[in-house]
């Protein structure tokens, strides 16, 4: 660049004498300086080896749990458990560091869209070089079906098209020219004399100057972003780690306190060590971080149901707690099926119904219904539009719609079905659609003679036009009135075609340029790009649900604006704006109106990197869709990025969070519903297992306190150490994981979105959590006491009394496991057998503890040091078991009546 002007901006003189070269290239001797100074032509990431990548996995708050848990099950020299727990902690880091390397292998599908070699001039002559050789300076020649090899600016062309599709993510190929343009800030789209690393040449011929190479292209600054986009941790995985820190702090302070009090009691350094120690194997939760695996898990399969894939397990949460959906226009909000919905035609305006490629659908004049039959003009009109075509539709076996072609092309097949009109006549010649041109024009063969159609812009239409035809004669052309009529469609944003035709003898049976005139106009189309109807009503749905939806696009303003109107989305005048007022701001003035503004006209996919970190800074989730390489950056910063699972390249799909396998945006919403839903159960499953936790660490606890008025916990502590580790594990499998399974709970997207920054450990968690852990404790304490009470202490009863006690335990969880289906209503309010697969669980559990208690009966030996009790004492188990549920009943109801942050369920 010279003068703070980009290469696009300059006169190719000006680019020549900046890079000291000409279109005769540059010498080897030079070329091979200008390598030493600028490097070879190739995209490097700092990448981290794998080892050092799995060793990260085991930085995780979600691994501390389990860690600690280990070390302890190791002291107490329960080394099964210690095999288990030590699995689940690889198991985990495993998937993280397969999840880390699918992210980077999106700077390797980057890296993948260099060509090894190409054509450069080097000493006045072609050479073929090897592409990482370029250098600035450098003069490329690009043939049909060429790769970019660097950016380039343009100085010889022969009518050259660029696909830029992997870069813009605009499928339809660009033509590139010679001329420099006076914009400034322009995004690589609109940079027509420049041809950029990674595109590829689909039609002519052309030379270019390199201007940039490696990382300095536009290729290469994508792949830098990609390196300093931080993936923002999931909110989740933030509580989560909170949570634990919690807990770790609660568990071992709790355990220094009781060691300290125990030695103070008179009890022996060792017994109070291996006491402590039952404690904090009590207190951890060690099952919770494979329930949490497995909630991500299951909400990720049941978001694929829904067309959204999952590519990094704690994203199916996050979607939950989006606070701004940043929207694609094409083909996600929009059908990306252009639709004609106003012709003008014989002096009338005609509305058509339908919308995309169904060719069903009405003619509508002053909103009467008319047959288009009765309508010499319009059927002509028509006709045009579907003889000057090159597009094809045809149904399918399935009763779907097989179309290749313009998207514009196509809306003019459709308007033509829908009004009968099928014209079949042999094709002669074609001028095709050229710029420089703006027509198309086709000659047919008729019985009468022979044919010429035309369409293309109204202005160069009527250029070449001399009459118009109004259904029964031929009249002077009113080409101001047409213009009227062009431009109020363009203002209500329509594509607006005019077309028009001529009549031959029939042996005119080749096109020229200069056959085009002395035209009678026909007709106008206006055609749009219509809105899903379902993604109106996702839009309304995530507005009530709390969530502001943000539209992006490449389109003019105007067209932004209709779009989003029919959206529901707002688009006054501050909340609109322009990618080239966005790139005249700062990060600053950009975070001040990031948070009015609702629609983003004319950006480049690389404004959504920016918008994304200003919506952050504001406190948003954001939630990002992208289909473009342009897009990458902006989809890793974002909390969840979401890539177009049909027209996304591999890039964007490796750099996202969640793929939308259909592209529609009413699927991102459905995925939200699912993303709350998951949280909800988890928050659920973290309100059962932890009073599980706390029960037993309560119990154990209060029996080392009291044991100095009550002798029996002197000899025997309530509960064995196995025992505990039991509870915990078969607890958080059996009875905690199928509360994952546990169906919707009604109006998810009637609340606003929850508080990021809430903490787990809130008012309720500590009000539920404290009840049931007391319960459970004093359920336990109590019938180990009331035993041996009532039987007696030697040692054949006191394990009898434990075996109680530790039965009580499971049987309070098996009652609390179905009130905390729902966290306020009533387990009276809501089907018992909704959930089928806690049935099996909690059945599996049950049985499971039977035979515990009567294994020394069964099979002669007691791994879990039970005995089996009087079959008389399972009546005061059940009675206090159930005791414990109307607890939770009472607390339930109480919440009900006072609390402000009751929802529905």
């Not at 083909?331 to 035609?345: D, F, H, K």
Request: hydrophobic share 45%; proline share 5%.
């Amino acid at each position: 660049m010279e003068n703070g002007k980009s290469w696009y901006q300059l006169p190719i003189e000006q680019v020549f004498n900046t890079l000291e070269t000409s279109s005769d290239g540059l010498s080897s001797a030079e070329a091979g300086k200008r390598l030493q100074a600028y490097g070879y032509n190739e995209l490097k990431e700092r990448k981290r080896g794998p080892v050092v990548r799995f060793l990260s996995q085991f930085n995780n708050p979600l691994l501390y749990v389990l860690m600690a848990a280990a070390v302890l099950t190791t002291v107490l020299g329960q080394y099964i458990d210690t095999y288990v727990i030590v699995g689940v902690i690889l198991a985990t880091a495993i998937i993280g560091f397969i999840q880390e390397g699918k992210a980077e292998a999106s700077l390797e599908a980057l890296k993948s869209m260099m060509v090894p070699e190409c054509v450069a001039v080097r000493d006045g002559a072609k050479q073929t070089v090897p592409t990482r050789e370029l250098v600035p300076g450098d003069v490329v020649v690009l043939e049909e079906g060429d790769r970019v090899p660097a950016d380039l600016r343009v100085f010889s062309v022969t009518r050259f098209y660029v696909n830029e599709a992997a870069l813009t993510g605009e499928s339809k190929p660009v033509e590139k020219h010679t001329d420099p343009l006076s914009q400034s800030n322009l995004p690589p789209g609109d940079q027509r004399s420049m041809a950029f690393s990674g595109s590829f040449g689909t039609r002519g011929r052309a030379e270019g100057v390199v201007v940039a190479t490696g990382t300095n292209t536009e290729m290469g600054k994508i792949a830098g972003m990609m390196t300093e986009a931080k993936s923002i941790a999931p909110p989740i995985v933030r509580k989560i780690g909170d949570f634990t820190k919690f807990i770790l702090a609660a568990c071992i302070g709790g355990g220094v306190i009781i060691l300290v009090l125990g030695i103070l009691l008179g009890y022996e350094l060792g017994f109070m060590l291996l006491a402590t120690a039952g404690i904090l194997v009590a207190l951890i939760p060690e099952g919770l971080p494979a329930a949490l695996i497995t909630a991500f898990a299951v909400g990720s399969m049941a978001m694929a149901r829904r067309n959204a894939l999952i590519r990094r397990l704690p994203a199916a949460e996050t979607l939950g707690a989006t606070t701004v959906i940043c929207s694609d226009k094409t083909g996600t909000l929009t059908r990306n099926e252009m639709t004609v919905v106003r012709i003008y035609s014989g002096g009338k305006l005609y509305s058509i119904t339908g919308v995309g490629y169904e060719p069903k659908g009405e003619f509508l004049v002053n909103d009467e219904p008319l047959s288009p039959a009765e309508d010499e003009a319009l059927r002509r009109t028509l006709a045009a539009g579907l003889l000057c075509n090159n597009a094809e539709w045809a149904e399918d076996e399935t009763g779907g719609h097989d179309v290749r072609g313009d998207p514009t092309e196509m809306a003019l097949l459709i308007s033509a079905a829908k009004a009968g009109v099928d014209l079949q006549l042999q094709r002669l010649d074609e001028i095709p659609f050229e710029s420089e041109n703006q027509y198309m024009a086709t000659l047919h063969e008729t019985e009468e003679g022979n044919e010429l159609y035309v369409k293309g812009s109204p202005e160069r239409v009527l250029q070449m036009c001399s009459d118009q035809f109004t259904g029964t004669q031929t009249e002077p052309l009113d080409r101001d009135t047409v213009l009227g009529f062009a431009r109020d469609m363009a203002n209500d944003a329509l594509r607006v075609l005019a077309m028009a035709y001529k009549r031959y003898e029939k042996d005119k049976v080749s096109l020229d340029t200069s056959d085009i005139e002395g035209l009678t106009f026909l007709g106008l189309q206006g055609m749009i790009d219509p809105p899903r109807q379902e993604a109106i009503d996702a839009v309304a749905q995530s507005s009530k649900a709390g969530i502001k939806s943000v539209m992006i696009t490449g389109d003019h303003v105007a067209t932004a604006r209709a779009v989003a109107e029919q959206l529901g989305i707002p688009a006054g005048e501050e909340e609109v704006l322009t990618g080239e007022q966005l790139g005249g701001m700062t990060d600053q003035e950009l975070y001040e109106v990031v948070g009015k503004v609702s629609v983003y006209a004319r950006t480049a996919p690389e404004d959504k990197y920016r918008i994304t970190q200003q919506l952050q800074k504001r406190g948003h989730i954001v939630a990002m869709t992208g289909d473009g390489v342009n897009d990458a950056p902006a989809l890793k910063a974002a909390d969840i990025g979401v890539a177009m699972g049909i027209t996304g390249t591999e890039v964007s799909k490796d750099a996202s969070h969640m793929v939308l396998m259909d592209d529609n945006f009413a699927s991102i919403v459905a995925a939200v519903e699912e993303g709350r839903h998951i949280f909800n159960n988890i928050w659920k499953l973290i309100l059962y297992l932890l009073p599980t936790n706390g029960g037993q660490g309560l119990v154990l606890i209060g029996a080392i306190l009291l044991s100095p008025w009550i002798l029996v916990f002197a000899d025997r502590l309530p509960m064995e150490p196995v025992m505990v580790l039991w509870v915990n594990l078969v607890v958080a499998i059996g009875y905690g994981i199928p509360l994952i399974w546990e169906p919707k709970d009604r109006g998810l997207l009637d609340r606003p979105p929850r508080d990021p920054e809430e903490k787990l450990y809130n008012p309720l968690f500590l009000r539920r959590v404290g009840i049931v852990s007391i319960m459970s404790a004093t359920s336990a304490g109590a019938m180990f006491l009331l035993f041996v009470q009532s039987v007696g202490s030697s040692d054949e009863f006191l394990a009898q009394a434990q075996t109680v006690a530790f039965t009580t335990l499971i049987f309070v969880q098996f009652f609390y496991l179905f009130t905390a289906r729902k966290i306020y209503r009533s387990v009276f309010t809501f089907n018992p057998l909704g959930n089928r697969v806690l049935l099996v669980g909690a059945s599996i559990t049950v049985g499971l503890q039977l035979l515990i208690v009567y294994s020394e009966t069964l099979f002669g030996v007691s791994p879990f040091r039970t005995l089996p009790f009087p079959a008389i004492w399972w009546l005061p188990i059940i009675g206090v078991s159930l005791g414990g549920l109307l607890v939770v009943e009472i607390t339930k109801l109480l919440e009900r009546r006072v609390g402000k942050d009751i929802y529905k369920e």
